[in-house]
């Protein structure tokens, strides 16, 4: 079992920068991927991003390449999504999720997923 906890949410303007964090507790020492998803009031889940275990590898949805970085730490357990140039359209709930050998966009192939934490960008 592996336990998730997003933080770093918050109010921002347009144009501002927010650095969401998410600490896994448990059985950390399997390798597991991460993914970054988010969900608007009245819309899907969305893929927003993904890391690999090493942080070799990442992937980004179209609509937040250029502006999102994820990255890990693997020794505090903790994965991280520098969210630059925030738009009102990148309002929503931001959510972490881990599955083994798998960063990609398909929400249902993760396993553990953390409760989410709130970004509002204001315009």
């Known amino acids: 079992q592996v336990q998730l906890v997003e933080s770093g949410g918050g109010l921002v303007q347009a144009g501002g920068s927010l650095r969401l964090s998410c600490a896994a507790s448990g059985r950390t020492n399997s390798g597991y991927a991460m993914g970054w998803f988010r969900q608007a009031p009245g819309k899907e889940r969305e893929f927003v991003a993904g890391?690999?275990?090493?942080?070799?590898?990442?992937a980004y949805a179209d609509s937040v390449k250029g502006r999102f970085t994820a990255s890990r730490d693997n020794a505090k357990n903790t994965v991280y999504l520098q969210m630059n140039s925030l738009k009102s359209e990148d309002t929503a709930v931001y959510y972490c999720a881990a599955v083994i050998g798998y960063w990609g966009p398909a929400k249902e192939s993760y396993a553990y997923w953390g409760q989410g934490t709130q970004v509002t960008v204001s315009s």
């Open positions: 890391i690999n275990y090493s942080g070799g590898a990442t």
